[in-house]
């Protein structure tokens, strides 16, 4: 089993910044895949960054060159830096992990970017 806690979500202004923080359970260095999802009200889940195995990113083409992902494997966090913010970055944020076959979600976390 693997908990995943999100933080660092709220309102900005467009063109701010936030940074979320995902913080897991057990050590992530194991884990076959890591990421940031987001879902906004009416539209499917989709994937805005993540790691896969052999430390490769992906990122959204709607995030490249604003958002970066990052991770501190001693702290077991995954990073989101988000930079110039739009507001159709408004969605909840949902941290998601790959391991050994199995889905892990954390609960969410709101980002509301206003115009």
């Known amino acids: 089993q693997v908990q995943l806690v999100e933080s660092g979500g709220g309102l900005v202004q467009a063109g701010g910044s936030l940074r979320l923080s995902c913080a897991a359970s057990?050590?992530?260095?194991?884990?076959?895949?890591m990421g940031w999802y987001r879902q906004a009200p009416g539209k499917q889940r989709e994937l805005v960054a993540g790691?896969?195995?052999?430390?490769?990113?992906t990122y959204a083409d709607s995030v490249k060159g604003r958002f970066t992902i990052s991770r501190d494997n001693a702290k077991i966090t995954l990073y989101l830096q988000m930079n110039s913010l739009k507001p159709e970055d408004t969605a909840v944020y949902y941290c998601?992990?790959?391991?050994?076959?199995?889905?892990?979600w954390g609960q969410g976390t709101q980002v509301t970017v206003s115009s």
């Open positions: 998601h992990a790959y391991v050994l076959g199995f889905d892990y």
């Open positions: 057990k050590s992530i260095l194991r884990f076959n895949a």
């Open positions: 790691f896969s195995a052999g430390d490769g990113t």
